[in-house]
């Protein structure tokens, strides 16, 4: 097919400037590169944050800029080869595609010892003008691109949920969950979900799910909880502490990015336990550490990403292992960017929200 010279893309120029451009220039294949027509694209908290300006994005006395403008967001898209560069192999035109978010260098000490997902450089695509996003017409993955194939007959709303549920697969992973094991992951939005129908497949003993919203818990049992609790109307810590014969849960999952799921987990873990943070936060959290080393002797890890997890989703989710159903609640067109990022904050009920295109 002919590419045509111009596109459509939301573009940001400043925290404060995100425009759609209606001729913003096609991007050309180079002999490295693969040039996909965008199927769909979703929203991503980090999105959002980064649009409304976070200091995290844009830099503040503290702290450099990370992102460098002018760029295309969006990271958890999928599309179809149309342009194939003749150094690249495993890609022919007519590919459905995606991803891994980050593009690593191949050349730093985190690539080279295989923790690609740690790359120093840390380029992730829809944050810098190299490497632009899905939320346009076309878009170009370069040389280091870890590339996938979508199967053609996953639907749209299934594949749209390969890169988070990738990220929520790792988090679990890092969890270690074992069959006698009492789960609890705190926090039902998109990531939450994936975690939830990931972590039932490693059937542990319990799987309990926490969230302020019924309608999220609601679909947190769909997806496997054997419990879920709203915090909001029970004493949770008092109900795990029930549940265990008052030793607390063995591991804790916080996919919230509020201080207060940090501090209500480390009431609930028992001693030796395993606490995971996955989230972004949005405020400093205060804890008094000494309940991970002296009180309790925790394992305290972190979750980044989702490498080596995209083969493992994309089939699991093609298969009906990983459920899928009702997460993604809506999906704009482009056009309608503003609004989409505003049903992307939750505030109307929603899970993920995308674009298609």
Not at 71 to 86: D, L, N
Not at 120 to 142: C, K, S, T, V, W
Request: hydrophobic content about 40%.
């Amino acid at each position: 097919m002919s590419i045509p010279k111009t596109m459509k893309a939301l573009v940001a120029y400043s925290k404060t400037d995100y425009r759609l451009v209606t001729d913003f220039p096609t991007p050309t294949c180079g002999q490295d590169d693969v040039i996909i027509k965008t199927e769909g694209c979703g929203i991503c908290a980090g999105d959002l944050k980064c649009q409304h300006g976070a200091a995290k994005f844009w830099g503040d006395e503290t702290q450099p800029a990370w992102v460098r403008p002018p760029f295309i967001p969006g990271h958890e898209f999928v599309g179809y080869a149309v342009a194939v560069g003749e150094h690249v192999q495993g890609v022919k035109v007519g590919d459905r595609i995606t991803a891994d978010q980050i593009i690593p260098c191949g050349e730093c000490r985190y690539c080279k010892d295989g923790h690609y997902w740690m790359c120093q450089p840390h380029h992730i695509f829809g944050f810098f003008p190299d490497f632009n996003g899905g939320m346009a017409e076309y878009m170009r993955l370069p040389r280091g691109s870890v590339i996938h194939q979508v199967p053609k007959e996953l639907p749209l709303e299934k594949a749209l949920l390969i890169e988070p549920y990738s990220c929520s697969k790792h988090c679990v992973d890092r969890a270690d969950i074992h069959a006698e094991d009492v789960v609890v992951l705190s926090g039902a939005g998109t990531l939450g979900l994936g975690m939830a129908t990931y972590a039932r497949t490693r059937n542990p003993k319990k799987l309990i799910v926490l969230d302020l919203s019924d309608n999220r818990l609601e679909m947190a049992k769909k997806m496997g909880a054997d419990f879920v609790w709203n915090p909001s109307k029970m004493d949770v810590v008092e109900a795990i502490m029930d549940l265990t014969g008052g030793y607390g849960c063995d591991t804790y999952i916080e996919a919230t990015g509020a201080p207060a799921s940090v501090l209500q987990g480390m009431k609930m873990i028992r001693k030796l336990g395993r606490f995971v943070e996955f989230s972004v936060f949005g405020a400093p959290t205060t804890l008094d550490w000494s309940v991970i080393g002296d009180s309790k002797e925790l394992d305290v890890l972190g979750s980044h990403l989702s490498p080596y997890c995209y083969p493992y989703v994309i089939e699991n989710i093609t298969n009906g292992t990983l459920k899928t159903d009702g997460v993604v609640s809506s999906i704009f067109r482009l056009e309608e960017w503003e609004k989409a990022f505003d049903y992307a904050t939750g505030k109307h009920g929603d899970y993920k929200v995308a674009f298609a295109f």
